[in-house]
């Protein structure tokens, strides 16, 4: 038998590393072009490895949850060393880092035909499917794998989602509405205290400048307790967000300022767009407004978003005269803060189709890189996790950040009368060596008088 090594490849923006996360085959399984054999993390986002051959496996180089670097063997495939060069015997067969071969086919010993990229409109492949891993107890469910994918992500059991497509399948929109209302009720049971007392997270390797004194050393873990304790390795999205916030957190000087605001007026407009005609096809929520008050509060007070530069010539602010809209998104794969290009252009309907698409990819960790980079400024909301308000940290390489709460009834003085009243808080922190306090107060100021009244908009 021949072998035929399939490398881990640089899937763009410069990656030296990648985390395999879920292997889809197995030793023995025959695979055609474009099948998917792995699926990998980089440090931005989730990708899906296809076959360059069609053929058999031969082994799986690397366990699920190993760290590979770009170019390291990951699999390999294997064919009949005794095939005829007519029929492409493998080029580089056994080598360490051999590419797919070009209109190249060989024969194993089962028949089958490895073929790489670019064979001939005569190659053939016998597929044999490995076996479906199990998904809790959906079997039976009517869903297509990306709605599948998407389920696992969102910790979401298929069985107990109610479909609403044709012939009883279920749709994406079924299972981000069922993610949606279990996340209200996430709290309501406590948990019984667990047998294990401490849980060790790796730190990041080096520690900021001005933290090394007057520290104190990390707890000794007893042999006893070692045994019910549980590392988690800091890989992928998270090791990049931990670096980057702490690098914020230490680079910049944060402020925080926050206001309460009634934004019953608010929530009448959210009730209008989702009854309107015109969104029918678009899933509104208060967050549209918020963002839509943020690019119009920008416009304002343009210092907030912009960014201190440091170069060899000394240190810089630079003003961008645009929008690029950053939305924090809790994945399943940690903090994403994926960005809506040029978002002072759009309209409501386009920036309520540009909130859906971002929400959905970041869930499905389907965001590419290039989304995640050249934000201006940040939303995070923490509302819909039943938070009131917060201190967020900048997102590197802007110089403000907007919280929204969670928004609910309380009492409110309207004219001189308690009334119930939507109230929300909006808090902003902000880069003090770029903003000054009374700009980024001004301008959460005018964040809130749009939410108090939307009508401000229509200017």
């Known amino acids: 038998m021949n072998t ?22 197995a030793a023995g399984d025959t ?22 051959y069609a053929g058999v ?26 095939a005829s060069p007519e029929a492409g015997s493998l080029a580089g067969a056994g080598s360490s880092a051999p590419e797919p071969v070009e209109g190249a086919e060989a024969e194993d010993a089962s028949g ?5 990229y670019g064979s001939g409109a005569g190659a053939t492949s016998r597929r044999k499917r490995p ?58 049971e406590t948990p019984e205290w667990g047998d294990v007392r401490e849980e060790t997270m790796p730190a990041p390797q080096s520690a900021p400048v001005g933290l090394a004194r007057g ?47 009634d934004a019953t ?23 549209l407004i918020v963002a839509r008050a943020v690019i119009w509060a920008v416009r304002r007070n343009p210092m907030v978003n912009a960014a201190w530069i440091e170069s060899e010539n000394g240190a810089e602010i630079s003003v961008r005269h645009y929008v690029n809209l950053g939305i924090a998104a809790a994945t399943p794969r940690g903090l994403l803060v994926p960005n809506i290009k040029d978002a002072q252009t759009l309209g409501m309907k386009d920036l309520a189709r540009a909130l859906n698409r971002l ?15 050249g934000g201006t400024i940040t939303i995070t909301n923490i509302g819909v996790f039943g938070m009131d308000a917060g201190t967020p940290i900048i997102n590197p390489g802007e110089a403000g950040i907007v919280a929204m709460g969670t928004i609910s009834q309380k009492p409110w003085v309207v004219d001189g009368e308690v009334r119930p009243r939507y109230v929300t808080t909006v808090a902003g922190s902000f880069d003090h060596r770029v903003v000054d306090g009374d700009g980024m107060s001004r301008f959460i100021a005018d964040v809130a008088s749009v939410l108090e009244e939307p009508a401000l908009l229509v200017d």
């Open 4 to 25: 035929q090594n399939f490398n881990l490849p640089d899937v763009g923006e410069g990656l030296t590393e990648a985390d395999i996360v879920t292997w889809k085959v």
């Open 31 to 52: 695979v055609a072009i474009n099948d998917v054999l792995v699926e990998i993390e980089t440090a931005k986002s989730l990708v899906e490895l296809p076959s360059p």
């Open 57 to 82: 496996v031969g082994e799986l180089l690397v366990k699920e949850g190993a760290t590979v670097e770009v170019g390291a063997p990951i699999i390999s495939f294997v064919s009949d060393a005794s």
């Open 112 to 116: 089958s035909v490895l073929v790489g």
């Open 131 to 188: 076996a479906q891993r199990p998904v809790r107890s959906s079997v039976g469910v009517i869903a297509k794998p990306p709605i599948r994918k998407l389920a696992r992500d969102l910790n979401v059991d298929l069985s107990s989602v109610a479909p609403t497509g044709a012939d009883g399948e279920v749709t994406r929109d079924d299972v981000m509405k069922h993610a949606s209302q279990a996340s209200v009720f996430r709290n309501i």
């Open 215 to 261: 520290v104190a050393p990390a707890p000794r873990v007893s042999a006893a307790d070692a045994e019910r304790t549980e590392s988690i390795p800091v890989k992928g999205v998270r090791k990049v967000s931990a670096s980057a916030m702490v690098q914020s957190a230490y680079s910049a000087p944060h402020v925080t300022v926050w206001k309460e605001v």
């Open 265 to 287: 007026r608010t929530m009448e407009l959210v009730g209008r767009l989702k009854t309107s005609p015109d969104f029918a096809d678009i899933k509104v929520s208060p967050l």
């Open 359 to 373: 929400t959905l990819t970041a869930r499905e960790g389907k965001t590419a890189p290039a989304d995640q980079a």
